[in-house]
Nanobody
């Protein structure tokens, strides 16, 4: 059974940092693209944040470029999203999704399996 679990959300002050984790079964992540999306309060659409695929394929949304960083721990089958210089507009539920086909896409529709989300709140 495919399973993806996010953790690490919480409350941070503007300018602070948080680290999110996305853990999956090895079958989930093997040869997959793993992406972070977020859904802000009152927004219907999930917004692309960043994606990773083995072979050093990483890509960030312009809104987070230079502040957020991805790192992969193969031993733990975990993708981390290090979020620095947080802004109130980063407040959202953050979701981890996987594309089993390994698509390099900024669209939520390209991703097959999703976690339950983790709340990030940034206060000013």
């Amino acid at each position: 059974q495919v399973k993806v679990v996010e953790s690490g959300g919480g409350l941070a002050m503007a300018g602070g940092s948080l680290r999110l984790s996305c853990v999956g079964t090895r079958r989930t992540f093997s040869s997959s693209t793993i992406a972070w999306f977020r859904q802000a309060p009152g927004k219907e659409e999930r917004e692309f944040v960043a994606y990773f695929r083995s072979g050093d394929y990483t890509h960030y949304a312009s809104a987070v470029q230079g502040r957020f960083f991805l790192s992969w721990d193969n031993a733990k089958n975990t993708l981390y999203l290090e979020m620095n210089s947080l802004k109130p507009e980063d407040t959202a539920v953050y979701y981890c999704g996987t594309s089993r086909a390994g698509l390099l896409s900024r669209l939520p529709s390209a991703y097959d399996d999703w976690g339950q989300g983790t709340q990030v709140t940034v206060s000013s």
